[in-house]
């Protein structure tokens, strides 16, 4: 059982371009998360859906989108990126707000 | 708003003592925490969970102990190997329909030899 999966493991951007990340989880949760973790921010969300066909808003959300068709994907997509958004990326997937997050590998990104 | 932060940024112990690390939550709705060790290059990696109507939960060679009345939690490492180094961070949810963590900033434990 893989758990989640995320790709690329890494991707330099140039400004501008457009990029999205994929997430894939193989634990049929609800709950799927995008995070970012920055040197002394520590892991802060950026978008989140409670179960497939609904989405919200974490606490960093501006320059980026997300969709949830079905359980398994949810794809976080950089319309335009910009270099603040160089970070790490973490997928994560859960059952609800009493049960844990599970991680992916994780995805670096560089915009230049 | 609401935060969970983390009493020492770093630790360093020796091989084969005991490691406390800890963290301090200011939200009293929060009924669930959550330790996570992250190495360096990889994700998060769940270690050990405790729900508020516990004080006290033991894993494998990990302790947590939550302490409601001064909204303190902490994570006990019996026996700290090499292999324990890593940053650790803890997580609360606030509760009710929300299912969000916020997370703590981590503390680095490093295990000399």
């Known amino acids: 059982i893989a758990g989640i999966t995320q790709a690329p493991t890494s991707q330099i951007l140039a400004a501008g371009r457009r990029m999205t990340l994929r997430c894939t989880q193989d634990m049929r949760h609800n709950a799927m998360y995008w995070y970012r973790q920055d040197l002394g921010l520590g892991l802060r969300l950026i978008h989140y859906s409670n179960t497939a066909g609904t989405t919200g808003k974490g606490e960093v959300p501006d320059g980026y989108s997300v969709s949830r068709a079905n359980t398994d994907d949810f794809p976080l997509t950089l319309a335009s990126a910009v270099p603040s958004q160089t970070s790490v990326y973490f997928c994560?997937?859960?059952?609800?707000?009493?049960?844990?997050?599970?991680f992916g590998p994780g995805t670096r990104l560089t915009v230049l | 708003g609401e935060s969970v932060g983390l009493h020492l940024p770093t630790l360093s112990v020796q091989e084969g003592d005991n490691s406390i690390i800890n963290c301090a939550y200011s939200n009293s709705a929060s009924d669930y925490f959550i330790w996570y060790k992250q190495e360096s290059g990889k994700g998060p990696q769940f270690i050990i969970d405790i729900r508020s109507n516990m004080d006290k939960r033991q894993g494998q060679r990990v302790t947590v102990l939550l302490n409601k009345t001064v909204k303190h939690l902490s994570l006990q490492i019996a026996a700290t190997q090499p292999g324990d180094s890593a940053v650790y961070f803890c997580a609360e949810n606030s509760g009710g329909s929300n299912y969000k963590l916020t997370f703590g900033k981590g503390t680095l434990l490093t295990v000399n030899p």
């Open positions: 994560a997937a859960g059952e609800g707000h009493t049960d844990t997050q599970y």
